[in-house]
C-alpha cells in the first residue's frame, strides 16, 4: 500500500474514533474499497458501472361491447305522432318524432349510452381540442345528436333546420350555463359556446319553446368515453393497459347509473370485449 493510502486509512479510523469518544456509541468502520492508481480506461469506468436496461411499456388496449336490456321488450312509441297538435304542428308534427328515452335496437341492445372514465388516466397529457367545432343541429323539433360527448375546449355551434324558433338551455353543474334563441333556419351557428370543464355526468339541453325537446351533453378533457349506436355497441380505444373505473349512465335509469363503478381489465394490445346487462326494472319512464 502506498503512503497517501495509508494516511488516508489512518485519517477515517481516527474520524471514527472521535466520533464514538463524543458520542458515547459503538461505531463501525466502513468497508473501504481502492481503486489503484494505475487503473485506467475501460477497467476504472466499469467500477460501479450499470448497464441501461430498456423500459419495456404495454401497447394500449380498447375496450369495446355491447348494453343490453334484458327482462324487458322493446323501445318506446313515438314522442311526437305525425299530424299531432302540438306548438308549431306544421314543422314538430311533420313526422313521428321518437321518443329518444329508451331506443332498443337488434338484439335488444340500449341506444344512447354513456360509457365513460370519469377522470383521465395517471400521466394522460391533455389533447388540444378538435379545432373544427361541434354542429349541434335541429330537426322537425328534435335536437341532433340526442346523446353525444364533446371534448373540453372545443366550440359548439348551434344549428336549425327548422322553419320555427327555438332556444338552447344547458343545465350543467361546473360550466357556466347557456340559454339562448336560435332563429329560424340559422346554418351558420350564430349561438356558438364552449365547455371549459369536464362534468362528472351528462347534463341536459332543452328547447323552452317547445318543452318534450331533451339531448345530452358529456363535456370531458380526455377522449376515453363513448354513447353506444343504434344497436347498443360501443368501442373505446387506446386506452393504457391495466385496470380501469368506468362509469355507465343512461337518461331512463332510476338514478340514471347503470353502473357506477364497472372495472374493467384493459389487455395490452388487444380488445377487451364485454357485454353490459341493463336490468328493464330499473327503468323509470
Known sequence: MKSSNKILVLGLLASFAGCSEYSGGAYVVPEVTFVPAETTGAAAESVGD??????????PGTFTGKVVLVGGGAGLPPLIAMGADVKDK????????????????????????FIYLPKAPKNFKSLEPPADPFLFDQKNCRFLPHCVVIPTGQTVKVLSDDSVAHNTHTYPNKNQGVNSGVAPGDREGKLEFVYRKSEAQPLSVKCDYHTWMTAYHLPLDHPFAAVTDADGGFTIADLPAGKHTFTVWHEAVDGNFVERKLVVDIQPGGETDMQIELSADKLKL
Do not use: K
Open 90 to 113: 306544421e314543422v314538430c308534427a311533420a313526422v313521428d318524432v321518437p321518443d329518444e328515452r329508451l331506443v332498443v335496437g337488434n338484439g335488444n341492445g340500449v341506444a344512447n349510452v
Open 50 to 59: 450499470v448497464a441501461d436496461e430498456p423500459i419495456e411499456v404495454a401497447s
